[in-house]
T-cell receptor
Framework: DAGVTQSPTHLIKTRGQHVTLRCSPISGHKSVSWYQQVLGQGPQFIFQYYEKEERGRGNFPDRFSARQFPNYSSELNVNALLLGDSALYLC????????????FGPGTRLTVT | GIQVEQSPPDLILQEGANSTLRCNFSDSVNNLQWFHQNPWGQLINLFYIPSGTKQNGRLSATTVATERYSLLYISSSQTTDSGVYFCAVGSGGGADGLTFGKGTHLIIQP
């Protein structure tokens, strides 16, 4: 079975631009979460979605938004990019929302110049 | 929110050595996971262990929920064990997602 997939793998954007990252969960999983990992730190929680509804939100500005589609895939949008948004963005899927076990995708590495 | 502390932050060992990584957390949890992050950034699931003891080959883990800590044991280390090991915890309905520690950077030398 395929694991969690994310696209694109790498992305370079300019300050002020907008970016959309995409995630497909493991087949049968209904919950998707997004995390940001900056260099040298552990991942930090951004959003959790279950059955297309937002179930949790971390301490991130309103420039960050997400949604989940009927097929349970998800996209993360970031507006007005800042240099500090440069990071590895990880998507995780689980059968249901926490405390179920989370499985992570390979990530999208975003560089903002 | 929950605080997660991992120790040691860095560990350098010779191939064949054993190691113990520790994770302390500040509140009760209903999810605790150990991950190994490879050089390409992929987080690999090692254990889902909110309580009790589990073993998988050379790796084992124990979580003592009442004392708010978890231990990851690696025996007979191999160079492929090198990388960063993260402990992550969750509580309640998951509105705060998983909270990660800062990780233990393990280097296994041949």
């Amino acid at each position: 079975d395929a694991g969690v997939t994310q696209s694109p793998t790498h992305l370079i954007k300019t300050r002020g631009q907008h970016v959309t990252l995409r995630c497909s969960p493991i087949s049968g999983h209904k919950s998707v979460s997004w995390y940001q990992q900056v260099l040298g730190q552990g991942p930090q929680f951004i959003f959790q979605y279950y059955e297309k509804e937002e179930r949790g939100r971390g301490n991130f500005p309103d420039r960050f938004s997400a949604r989940q589609f009927p097929n349970y895939s998800s996209e993360l949008n970031v507006n007005a990019l800042l240099l500090g948004d440069s990071a590895l963005y990880l998507c995780a899927s689980s059968l249901q929302w926490l405390p179920f076990e989370q499985y992570f995708g390979p990530g999208t590495r975003l560089t903002v110049t | 929110g929950i605080q997660v502390e991992q120790s040691p932050p860095d560990l350098i060992l010779q191939e064949g050595a054993n190691s113990t990584l520790r994770c302390n957390f500040s509140d009760s949890v209903n999810n605790l996971q150990w991950f190994h992050q490879n050089p390409w950034g992929q987080l690999i699931n090692l254990f889902y262990i909110p309580s009790g003891t589990k073993q998988n080959g050379r790796l084992s883990a124990t979580t003592v929920a009442t004392e708010r800590y978890s231990l990851l044991y690696i025996s007979s280390s191999q160079t492929t064990d090198s990388g960063v090991y993260f402990c992550a915890v969750g509580s309640g309905g998951g509105a705060d997602g998983l909270t990660f520690g800062k990780g233990t950077h393990l280097i296994i030398q041949p």
